[in-house]
């Protein structure tokens, strides 16, 4: 449905790079272990990974609303009728 490739993904790993590697580094500075600085890492990561998956459920789903070919005002994705011009949607 949707190609995520060249700057989009470059952004999305860069970001995860920094959410994991921020607090991996800060653990290494005060001394941590290598299995805390990897704890530390994935920790990190957790809130990113909610983001990533928000983000592929809403491009999924598509946009909430459509143009309204008649008069291109913005309704609701299941309208059957325009609420402004009347204009009756045909079934898809």
Known sequence: MYNIGGPEL???LLIGAVFGG???IVTWRKGGSGA???GTFLFGLIPYVGWVGA???ALRTGPPSKKCPQCAED???DAKVCRYCQHHFVAA
């Open 10 to 12: 470059v952004l999305i």
């Open 22 to 24: 921020i607090p991996a």
């Open 36 to 38: 805390r600085i990897l």
């Open 55 to 57: 983000w592929v459920v």
């Open 75 to 77: 309704v609701r994705r």
